[in-house]
């Protein structure tokens, strides 16, 4: 390996996280950490910036000095989740003889993306007998007038031959419009799926080229002229000109960045992952050595992503308190950083001084959640990392352990406000917390068939001391915390391969068309962002 550094960085929910690392040694050199800059006029890319250059200012290396810079992002996941997306035109095409069959198949409807958000859409079909620029021209001049403001083409057979799809492309861009193609993320068969997976593209096509236009200007301002490449959600990288195409090919890239790292720290060949950040938990399985992949679904709806099987739920380390009718009611989903709050178990513990609980509201109409306020006015949160400092149940060496004195301080003005003592108080949080992520981990178990010996749980970020050791003991469980837990998204985003899928359906094949196959998998490789006498495909 030669000499220099890599920088990793994971943009999370709650915080955005880097690593420097040696690259002959894969030491961990340097790490820094912001809160995740969503309302910055910048987006997340200023905390992507001010991570990457604080972590170099810190271990005194020079921006020269770095041959890989990537970083994982939840953008794609969460503008497609909270309805940050473009209304989609969809130019929909097939051969005479096909156009019958087709013309609904490439119909997308909006799309419902979870409650009270939904992706607008716009259709035009065309036979492509006797299609021309004139009227593809047309076709996307009348679904900009329906208010498209991106493009998506997709064809009948357009995996076989993308030349009508390309063209619809073309004259997109020639009237300033962003466009996907059906092909691009996948080509198989399955016409409506791959339309669909094209509309979800496109759809946040506007919002992920920004933000990289945004980091990238700042990396070559910063001096660093390494290539700039982004974590995929099926565990590579790619480069970040692949990325404007492919935005979707990003969704899940956070919990395929901790896996790979943690992969890289423990020597595990099967198990159970949780990936606990501070506002939501990230739960896959590992089986002989390697994360399960699967295709991933949105708002319900199938796509052609390649991505972890990964089930996201809304509780983690710091996931607030709620109190209904006078007893502990629930926890999460609103985290502590919403609420702009300090974790009362990180406080010092004479600052936690006369706490009284008193209910609020992070956001409107969110009900009630329970912070406490001391005695020189200050108000802390009372989460799940709270409740599990207040046990006893985090240890020196975790992220997670803070102070068990504060934490107990604070807890008791919970039991006060509720009329119970400290433990059932703090062990009632931990309960609902244990409630929402212990069926998750069995439907696991069940779904991947793990053995006893398999069932190990392996914890992940910054969280995981706050909830994996009472999961491990509520399930009887065994479990490990991954070295630099913390960082570990961070880790895996530095050392991560570049990787590219390519798909096919070959009836009988033969040696030639896996020969094919192969060449077009190194090409495509390369494309994102590899060099080509370091390409290892693998056929399956």
Do not use: W
């Not at 909006?110 to 021209?137: C, H, M, Q, S, Y």
């Amino acid at each position: 390996m030669r000499s220099g550094y890599r920088i990793g960085i994971d943009v999370g929910g709650t915080f955005t996280k880097a690593v420097l690392i040696d690259n002959r040694t894969r030491a961990v050199v340097a790490r820094y950490s912001v809160l995740t800059t969503h309302a910055h006029a910048r987006g997340v890319a200023a905390g992507v910036i001010e991570v990457f250059r604080n972590v170099l200012a810190r271990s005194g290396v020079a921006a020269d000095e770095v041959v890989f810079l990537a970083h994982s992002t939840t953008q794609a996941t969460n503008a497609l989740l909270e309805g940050d997306v473009a209304k989609v035109g969809v130019v929909g095409m097939a051969g005479a003889a096909a156009a019958e069959l087709a013309r609904a198949q490439v119909a997308i409807a909006p799309i419902e993306l979870g409650p009270g958000r939904v992706l607008d859409t716009a259709n035009r079909f065309l036979i492509t007998d006797d299609v021309d620029k004139a009227t593809l021209r047309e076709a996307v001049d009348g679904l900009v007038a329906d208010g498209a403001r991106v493009i998506v083409a997709s064809a009948a057979f357009g995996v076989d031959n993308t030349a009508t799809e390309e063209l619809a492309r073309e004259i997109a861009a020639q009237a300033g419009l962003l466009a996907s193609c059906g092909h691009e993320i996948t080509r198989l068969y399955g016409l409506t799926t791959r339309t669909r997976t094209a509309v979800l593209n496109a759809s946040i096509l506007p919002t992920m080229n920004a933000t990289a236009t945004l980091t990238e200007e700042s990396v070559r301002e910063a001096g660093i002229s390494a290539p700039l490449m982004i974590m995929r959600g099926d565990g590579g990288v790619m480069d970040i000109r692949e990325m404007r195409r492919r935005p979707a090919v990003t969704m899940l890239s956070g919990p395929a960045a901790s896996v790979a790292g943690a992969l890289m720290h423990l020597r595990v060949a099967d198990g159970i992952y949780l990936e606990v950040g501070g506002t939501s938990t990230n739960i896959g399985v590992i089986r002989s050595g390697r994360p399960t992949v699967s295709y991933a679904r949105v708002g319900g709806h199938e796509t052609y992503v390649s991505s972890l099987d990964v089930r996201v739920l809304g509780v983690a380390g710091g996931s607030l308190v709620r109190v209904e009718a006078g007893r502990i009611a629930d926890v999460g989903p609103r985290s502590a950083h919403i609420a702009g709050l300090p974790y009362a178990a990180f406080a010092e513990a004479e600052g936690i001084a006369d706490p009284v609980a008193e209910l609020f509201e992070p956001k409107s109409g969110d009900g009630s959640y329970v912070a406490v306020r001391v005695a020189d006015g200050t108000r802390y949160a009372l989460t799940t990392t709270c409740a599990a400092n207040a046990l006893g149940l985090t240890v020196s060496g975790m992220h997670a352990h803070g102070s068990p004195v504060s934490a107990r301080r604070a807890f008791a003005a919970l039991a006060d406000l509720i009329g119970s003592d400290i433990d059932t108080a703090a062990r009632t949080v931990l309960d609902c917390a244990g409630d929402k992520i212990e069926p998750t981990v069995r439907q696991l178990i069940a779904e991947y068939h793990l053995d006893p010996d398999q069932q190990l749980l392996i914890g992940e970020g910054g969280g995981a001391g706050a909830l994996v050791p009472y999961l491990a003991q509520r399930l009887g469980l065994r479990y490990e915390i991954s070295k630099d837990a913390e960082v570990i998204s961070s880790i895996g985003v530095a050392l991560a391969l570049v990787r590219e899928v390519i798909e096919r359906i070959i009836p009988h094949p033969q040696p030639s068309d896996l020969e094919a196959i192969r060449a077009e998998a190194i090409a495509a490789a390369v494309r994102v962002g590899a060099a080509a006498d370091t390409v290892d495909v693998t056929i399956v």
